[in-house]
């Protein structure tokens, strides 16, 4: 008898196999219908994530975190922003990459194509689940969803919607899917669901990326584990250096893409990097700095 994970990963890939021939029409189709279908359900999103927020709290997570986990309406503004913008992209799919022409006249080409199935592990942010789906959808592939169990109710609200959209612009439901419980054994069960699943991308912390590299039998894209900085050069723009920098660290600072190092060329110190320090600094931030700075 199969079992439920391998059922899940069955249907994702025919659920692939759809969407790698869908039209760039059906895809923004299903792109627009998750976008409205967000802006309908607010009310409900919300109300999802205030249950994953109280039980955070209750379980004694630190405040850092539990801002990762919740939404707001700014946040599900950018949500539906980021689907609409995605919803813009050019196609990816059946771009020619390079064409070469070889001395006996043999026409070589190289053309963009979907990969299949990608798993996606993430933790707390539930909007992950909306991008991670949206850039799926649009590059003709199916996604598994493993969101962290912090983000239950909110992922599943998420997913469900995005499955109806999907419905909406007549392509497979499955194309999007979560795990069917938030059983941390699970994620060691998809990691080696090498016939139906493609790739692995994590998207968390140190711990999450480490375990995935260790335990999966399936091919992974991973980030290091590098701190984000800025650079600030002699030449740049002084308005867009300040401007750049304060959204870059200050507009959501318990995200793991926020900025934690600057670095300035020395010729600027006392006037573009001057103006970037007061300016962080006036946004609430702690700026550790050598002496001379």
Known sequence: ???????????????????????????????????????????????????????????????????????????LNGMIEGLETVKALPDPVGRKLESVKRPNGLVIEKDSVPIGVIG???????????????????????????????????VQLLVEIIQKALETAGLPRDAVQTLPTADRALVGALLTLDKYVDVIVPRGGKSLTGRVREESRIPVFSHLDGICHIYIDAKADAVNAVDITVNAKMRRVSVCGAAECLLLNKSILPTIGKNVIDAVVKAGCEVRAPKEV
């Open 1 to 75: 008898m199969t079992n439920p994970l391998e059922q899940l990963g069955q249907k994702a890939r025919a659920a692939a196999k759809l969407l790698a021939h869908a039209s760039t029409d059906q895809k923004n189709k299903a792109l627009a219908a998750a976008a409205a279908g967000l802006k309908t359900a607010k009310a409900d999103i919300l109300a999802a994530n205030a249950k994953d927020v109280e039980a955070a709290r209750k379980s004694g997570m630190a405040e850092a975190m539990i801002d990762r986990l919740v939404l707001n309406e700014a946040r």
């Open 120 to 154: 996606i592990i993430f933790e707390a942010r539930p909007n992950v689940a909306v991008d991670a789906a949206a850039l799926s959808i649009k590059s003709g592939n199916a996604a598994i969803l493993r969101g962290g169990s912090d983000s239950w109710n909110s």
